[in-house]
T-cell receptor, first 106, second 115 residues
């Protein structure tokens, strides 16, 4: 798995888009990028994943740069319930980095 | 969606006893399972990976004789913490992945407190 680097914390106003960056410059060609989030004292929740192309589902969008060295998770309209720690994983062994603690502010 | 159920949600045990945690995939076949532990305010630390019917592969520094993992069926894996001590108190989380599926799904976690 590639090492991932994420900002330790971010704030976002309720209703606005939350853009969470992740650097994974050592990612290999066959390694996926996954995003999970963890609300306090719960197991991580799957959000989205991708290999090369941008992806969108009902929860979020994932933008992967052309060189695949970084990606951005976009929550289009953040709500208070999106407050959580967001983890970016680059690889297929599911090693977790330190994540980004996102706080959505009313 | 894919559901992974962990049991129990929390457990308190006496020092020196063993505790078993179950992880079940409810609506898919868990050909690969992952076990993690998480200390307060820290990230998840991968302990071991297991494939159904095979011995688990433990991460460096994780004692395989202390943390026994069994993955004998496609829907069930167990983690047994043997001779538990207070320093084993932690949040234990499992996840499961099906063959041909890239993403893994997580259980709700088990809070272990050893007194």
């Amino acid at each position: 798995d590639a090492k991932t680097t994420q900002p330790p914390s971010m704030d976002c106003a309720e209703g606005r888009a939350a853009n969470l960056p992740c650097n994974h410059s050592t990612i290999s060609g066959n390694e996926y990028v996954y995003w999970y989030r963890q609300i306090h004292s719960q197991g991580p929740q799957y959000i989205i994943h991708g290999l090369k192309n941008n992806e969108t589902n009902e929860m979020a969008s994932l933008i992967i740069t052309e060189d695949r060295k970084s990606s951005t998770l976009i929550l289009p309209h953040a709500t208070l319930r999106d407050t959580a720690v967001y983890y970016c994983i680059a690889g297929n062994q599911f090693y977790f980095g330190t994540g980004t603690s996102l706080t959505v502010i009313p | 969606g894919a559901v992974v159920s962990q049991h129990p949600s929390w457990v308190i045990c006496k020092s020196g006893t063993s505790v078993k945690i179950e992880c079940r995939s409810l609506d898919f076949q868990a050909t690969t399972m992952f076990w993690y532990r998480q200390f307060p305010k820290q990230s998840l630390m991968l302990m071991a990976t297991s494939n159904e019917g095979s011995k688990a592969t433990y991460e460096q520094g994780v004692e395989k004789d202390k943390f026994l993992i069994n993955h004998a069926s496609l829907t069930l894996s167990t983690l047994t913490v043997t001779s538990a001590h207070p320093e084993d108190s932690s949040f234990y989380i499992c996840s499961a992945r099906d063959t041909g599926v890239t993403e893994a799904f997580f259980g709700q976690g088990t809070r272990l407190t050893v007194v």
